[in-house]
């Protein structure tokens, strides 16, 4: 404990609840001494001993200090102490509380730390509830349930005395082959913001912060490998990388995280121009920025821009990153060299500490009467939070294909082969608390239910199903660490002749999450090509040889090459990691108890070699007569089938064939459902610019609304479209609405246009910035 002297007066300033938050942070700036500064921009991770990886190059911190020195003068955040190892929440608690009173002890000031903890897929955190992985929440194209996960997921947070959650990603899928895809929103840059922004507002209701990342162009390292150089220009980075931030900035995120990557040889913890002149400057932000992990000290260690820990902690400071997460490393005695040597101007920490103060000021952690949580058993994963994860992975679940076989009729003998279909890794994003931590305690109980497919299916009340389970082969991890059978021929042959002998084979394919190189997907575990791992391709074809009708049912983080078997497939269904819940969501629309009614937020490639490419190119990233090599998707993005099929009965333009530049179109959509089964369509319109003045995608999605339609029901779905939503980065790099005739393409997929409502936007070129409107007005009402 350090012994400071501290003024004596009734109630300082800066402890006045009812002062302005500037107020109290100015005065108690102006109280600190420089390591006392330095101490709140720093962080601690106490990671047990039997802890394995959980952060890319967990090693390469140096100085990380001990608990005593790291809180001697104050500690700005404390790194995840339930997502670390398996802890009940009582002894969470309780240790948080214990920890809180040493910090708290050891400063004069008797300030706390800021508690942050991953939360990507639900609170990681052992026994908490697991919903789906975030391309999945992109996949349901609905909002609504995005932000009720989210206030969930802060109400359980809050429960606990966790002040910040490290989600949601942002990063705009560019390489398939890349492996964090199931941590992202998706190939566009609409879904992403739309859906990053309904995640901010649900965790931010209830006064956990959100934390975007990774600002900015992290997905689009060269050849889908992870943290690798990003090879962009400044339009692409403007117009794909940077809108979905100003949506969920917008939405009022409290916290941005830095990308690891470089761009043009800037690496983003050392990018001015990112971190303070786009971000704050341009786009106006006022909170935190916080350091992706060890992602200071790699400026030393891994991009060899920094001579030395105190240099990388002057340029992460300069640039705009205000505290260095997960420990102390740059942001200690490397930091306060640089400002006692003057190579550092100590109003680079006071700005930093600013921002730090006030968050904590907002969260009450600079109130006299703050008090940690009690310690108290807290139900991680109560019913209402199974029954939330079980409507997300329900909605999540795509239909690509079907020649009737689904949903599978009663009293049929089903195969039931695959890796994937009993095992309950099958469910689980990297991001997970089973996959992410659990992985490094072989054997421990992962605190909550996740049943498997198998499981789901043999005990389903509503078919009299006789199904018979093959594993037929191991996932196909590098290095065989998913458990490969004793006899792999044998096992090959016994799924063969399993799928032989039955009336339907289904096959449970795909991938093991895990974390450098310990999955097929997830942080570290990029591909070379996108074929189905190991032998499951293999399988595959030998199931499809026996004649039996096969469905293929895609348990994934990323899409994969089917090109060579959808032909032969009676079906395919698709569940990107779809949480614990994931087994039933599956069954239920496997036995048609619910409607497949997911959208791809990723296309299914129509080759795996054709990487990078999304829907969102330009004309000649289309296929043309020019190369051989064809990226037209198999399966496009925005594509999702039903059991049944909404009838478009009407697709008009309300406001008429002109659309002022600084005015508003109308599209509307009468839709019906004539069939005997509830239905749900997305309707979704995509812009395409006829001639722009520079090259534009063949066509952008600009609005997306989800219509539920009963039996019988008739609906109008009116979609508003302002003119700023046509906007691009224009020949001098700013941004403009441009006149000139555009198309608005109307229908079910990027590849399935119902219509196409020609309309000239009209008026003078007109310049638009970051409060220019983002989103269309939607509404739906019965006709």
């Given amino acids: 404990m350090t012994d400071h002297p501290i003024e004596q007066q009734d109630t300082p300033v800066w402890q006045d609840p009812t002062a302005r938050v500037e107020d109290r942070v100015d005065d108690l700036v102006a109280r600190m001494t420089l390591t006392e500064k330095v101490g709140q921009l720093a962080s601690i991770w106490l990671v047990p001993d039997d802890a394995g990886d959980m952060a890319p190059m967990q090693g390469a911190a140096t100085s990380v200090p001990t608990w005593e020195a790291a809180i001697a003068d104050g500690l700005g955040h404390l790194t995840r102490p339930f997502g670390s190892a398996p802890v009940d929440p009582e002894t969470g608690l309780g240790r948080i509380a214990e920890q809180q009173a040493q910090v708290r002890a050891a400063n004069r000031f008797g300030i706390p730390a800021q508690v942050h903890e991953e939360c990507l897929t639900g609170l990681n955190a052992w026994g908490a509830t697991i919903y789906p992985t975030p391309v999945s929440w992109a996949a349901t194209f609905d909002p609504d349930l995005v932000e009720r996960m989210g206030r969930q997921i802060g109400d359980l947070m809050a429960r606990l005395g966790i002040h910040q959650g490290l989600a949601p990603v942002l990063d705009v899928t560019r390489d398939l082959r890349w492996g964090r895809v199931e941590e992202t929103l998706g190939e566009d840059p609409y879904v992403v913001g739309t859906m990053a922004a309904a995640y901010v507002r649900g965790l931010q209701a209830s006064g956990v912060a959100a934390t975007l990342k990774h600002f900015l162009g992290y997905s689009a390292s060269r050849a889908g490998r992870n943290l690798a150089p990003v090879s962009m220009g400044t339009r692409e980075l403007a117009d794909v990388m940077l809108p979905p931030f100003e949506m969920a900035l917008r939405a009022g995120a409290r916290s941005v995280m830095n990308a690891y990557t470089d761009i043009d040889g800037i690496p983003s913890a050392a990018d001015r121009a990112l971190l303070t002149t786009l971000l704050r400057d341009t786009l106006g932000f006022e909170g935190t920025v916080v350091a992706d992990y060890f992602s200071v000290a790699f400026l030393h260690h891994l991009h060899r821009m ?51 103060l006030e968050h904590k000021c907002e969260l009450g952690l600079l109130d006299p009467d703050w008090a940690p949580v009690e310690p108290a058993a807290v139900d991680l994963d109560p019913p209402e939070a199974r029954s939330l994860a079980r409507d997300l992975a329900r909605r999540a679940v795509v239909l690509l294909d079907n020649d009737g076989t689904l949903p599978l009729a009663a009293g049929l003998r089903v195969a039931l082969v695959g890796p994937n279909a009993d095992t309950a890794d099958a469910m689980l994003g990297c991001y997970t608390f089973p996959m992410h931590v659990l992985a490094h305690h072989p054997g421990h109980d992962p605190g909550l239910a996740i049943p498997t497919l198998r499981e789901v299916l043999a005990d389903d009340p509503d078919r009299d199903l006789d199904v018979v389970h093959e594993r037929g082969c191991a996932v196909g991890v590098p290095g065989g660490t998913d458990d490969e059978p004793d006899d792999p021929e044998a096992a090959l042959k016994a799924a063969v002749a399993a799928a032989a002998g039955a009336d339907v084979c289904v096959a449970v394919l795909g991938d093991r999450a895990g974390l450098f190189g310990r999955g097929t997907s997830g942080e570290g575990c990029d591909v070379a090509d996108l074929r189905l791992p190991g032998r499951q391709e293999e399988l595959l074809e030998r199931l499809l040889a026996t004649g039996t009708p096969v469905v293929a049912v895609l348990l994934v983080g990323r899409p994969y090459d089917l090109s060579r078997q959808a032909d032969r497939l009676a079906a395919v269904l698709c569940g990107f990691f779809l949480g614990e819940e994931g087994a039933g969501a599956v069954a239920d629309v496997l036995l048609g108890r619910c409607e497949p009614s997911g959208r791809l937020p990723v296309s299914f490639p129509g080759s795996g070699g054709a990487q990078p490419a999304t829907y969102l190119g330009a004309p000649l990233a289309q296929r043309t007569d020019v190369t051989s090599v064809d990226p037209t998707a198999l399966y496009p993005f925005g594509h999702g089938l039903g059991y049944a099929r909404a009838t478009w009965d009407r697709v008009a333009l309300r406001s008429g064939d002109t659309w002022a530049t600084d005015g508003v179109a109308e599209v509307e959509v009468e839709l019906v459902n004539e069939s005997d089964r509830d239905v749900s369509e997305v309707v979704q319109v995509y812009l395409h610019d006829r001639a722009a003045s520079v090259v534009r995608p063949e066509q952008r999605l600009v609005a997306a609304l989800r219509v539920d339609l009963p039996v019988g029901a008739r609906r109008v779905a009116r979609i508003g479209l302002h003119a700023d939503l046509t906007a691009f980065t224009g020949r001098d790099l700013a941004r403009i609405v441009e006149p000139g005739r555009v198309e608005l393409r109307v229908g079910r997929s990027s590849a399935d246009h119902v219509a196409v409502l020609e309309v000239d936007l009209t008026g003078a070129e007109r310049p638009v910035g970051p409060d220019r409107v983002l989103e269309p007005e939607t509404s739906v009402s019965e006709a």
């Fill in 306 to 356: 920094a001579a030395d820990l105190g240099e990388a902690a002057r340029l992460s400071l300069e640039a705009g990153i205000d505290v260095e997460l997960p420990s102390e490393d740059a942001y200690g005695a490397p930091l306060l060299e640089e400002v006692t040597s003057g190579r550092l101007d100590e109003k680079v920490v006071d700005r930093a500490l600013r921002r730090v």
